[in-house]
């Protein structure tokens, strides 16, 4: 079993946000997570959210619970604060689930 979550953003800085990604990898990696698809996207056809996308990923984890230490630790949230804060307008939150791997 792993934990995947697939997310819309709308990054508004691309060399910024590409930044955080080569940043936030390494945390990423040390808590068993990795990034299972990444899309750039240019057109939105269907939204529940009213925020834009322009990127849509997955993103998993070994659980929900380990999930929830990597976006709390301090070193991911220093990252997050440094780089991601500024080059990303929204997140969209597409869907969250347990998966059989």
Do not use: C, W
Not at 6 to 23: A, L, N, S, T, W
Not at 39 to 50: C, P
């Amino acid at each position: 079993m792993s934990y995947e979550r697939v997310m819309g953003i709308h990054v508004i800085d691309d060399d910024e946000y590409q930044k955080y990604r080569e940043r936030m990898r390494p945390i990423l990696e040390s808590f068993g997570g990795f990034f299972g698809f990444d899309f750039k996207i240019s057109e939105v056809l269907l939204s529940r959210s009213d925020d834009q996308i322009n990127r849509v990923f997955t993103i998993e984890f070994p659980s929900e619970k380990i999930m929830n230490k990597f976006f709390n630790d301090p070193e991911y949230l220093k990252v997050k604060k440094e780089h991601f804060e500024n080059s990303v307008k929204s997140t969209t939150t597409i869907a969250m689930y347990e998966k059989n791997t």
